[in-house]
């Protein structure tokens, strides 16, 4: 297609734009009916039995006691339960046998702080999104109560957990609803939307984000200390205002060092930065490490609170039997030591083809990417999240 002579480029980028978003919401209406809504597959017993920490046996015996809600049952007589069925058993066991209480539900207890996980880089690439996603998920379903909050203007996230950021959300439907500077600011609450996924709620991201970016350096000019505090201030006071409703909060920042992620970084209580073993990689990395420190030490000195529980580096996309990457892991490992987690993400063709229709490995049933594919994928993720868990749960005091 050949641009008419004397067309600015702007006007140009932005007739394919509008052709572009014209082509997604056709497709996305054909492929996403407005009345239809992603949904969570069932689990079968077995599956169920290992979240809830229990025994087979033991959910047979709650079915045919008629305690608990009751499993679908197929013609073969093998039973499946819902996450919402999963999580109202948890309810049950732990009020059942309360020594075991927090095994099962294990929520966060009065004194212990709620967890606000924010997951940075700036290179592309690094599975930044593809993390929050895994550990989110994995979160709920291991009984906590999370918020992923996408603070990416570019809204993989919000994708992922079932919607259509460019269609679906109206003015301030995005955090930047409850952190903007003028008279517009409305409570968080306002932004949480429930998913598909229980026990994970969705602030959703697009590009109204942005307008953050463009009116922080105005608001700074004019030297005022605004209502909802300094720009690295407005998250982490945003947030605290539903403390009590959750136990973590996992934040997906934009793949850049901007006032958001600023904000991100002092609202959050531990920080992972995800890195892609490569040479490329771990250069843009390097840079990204000294950029942070120069902006989080300004910040620092302005009053913003950059104490941490945990730093980690996540090594996504591995290819355990390549070389140069076993070097690069190597290397990192010998400088980072224990602040790099010891189980790595493999790459992976199940997780990549999840990816490509909008779903994550726990929507999937095993058959559909091949068992043993999808079993080492899982196994690599769940590995790493169990990791971080850990973490978590040292910081709250419960394990040393």
């Known amino acids: ?42 689990f079968s017993s077995g599956e169920a039995a290992k979240l809830l920490r229990v025994s087979d046996g033991y959910l047979r015996q709650l079915s045919l006691d008629g305690i608990g809600p009751i499993p679908e049952t197929s013609a073969s007589g093998r039973r499946s339960y819902t996450l919402v069925q999963i999580n109202e058993l948890r309810r049950h066991i732990a009020s059942a046998k309360p020594r075991e209480a ?30 929050c996603l895994y550990l989110a998920q994995y979160l709920a379903l291991s009984g906590f109560r999370v918020l992923a909050v996408d603070l990416d203007p570019q809204a993989s996230l919000s ?3 079932g919607l ?45 984000l942005m307008e ?27 947030l605290a205002e539903i403390e009590t409703d959750y136990d973590v909060v996992v934040v997906d920042c934009p793949p850049q060092l901007g006032y958001l992620t600023l904000g991100a970084l002092c609202a959050a209580t531990a920080l992972l930065i995800t890195i892609h073993p490569q040479m490329v990689d771990v250069a843009s990395m390097s840079q990204f490490l000294l950029m942070a420190s120069d902006l989080m030490a300004v910040v620092r000195k302005a009053g913003g609170d950059l104490r941490h529980d945990f730093i980690r580096y996540v090594i996504t996309r591995h290819e355990p039997h390549d070389g140069p990457q076993s070097q690069v892991v190597a290397l990192l490992r010998g400088l980072f030591g224990d602040e790099v987690l010891a189980a790595t993400v493999w790459k992976s063709t199940a997780i990549a083809d999840a990816g490509l229709t909008k779903q994550s490995l726990y929507e999937l049933d095993r058959g559909a990417v091949g068992r043993a594919t999808y079993d080492r994928a899982l196994e690599s993720l769940e590995a790493v999240n169990s990791e971080i868990l850990g973490l978590i749960l040292r910081a709250w005091g419960r394990i040393t």
């Open 1 to 42: 297609m050949v641009p008419p002579q004397g067309e600015t480029s702007d006007v140009r980028i932005s007739a394919q734009a509008r052709l572009l978003s014209e082509q997604l919401q056709s497709l996305g209406a054909r492929l996403f009916p407005p009345d239809s809504h992603k949904s969570l597959r069932s």
């Open 102 to 131: 927090q095994v099962v539900l294990p929520r966060r207890r009065p004194g212990e702080k709620m967890q606000t996980i924010a997951c940075t880089n700036f290179k592309g690439g690094s599975a930044k999104t593809t993390t």
């Open 159 to 161: 994708t992922m957990l």
């Open 164 to 208: 259509q950021p460019e269609f679906d959300l109206k003015e301030g439907d995005t955090i930047y609803g409850a952190i903007r500077y003028d008279d517009q600011r409305r409570p968080i609450r306002d932004c949480i939307l429930k998913t598909y996924f229980d026990g994970l709620d969705l602030i959703p991201g697009n590009l109204e």
């Open 212 to 238: 953050f970016e463009h009116e922080t350096p105005q608001a700074l000019s004019l030297g005022q200390h605004p209502a909802g505090g300094m720009f690295f201030q407005r998250l982490g006071r945003a």
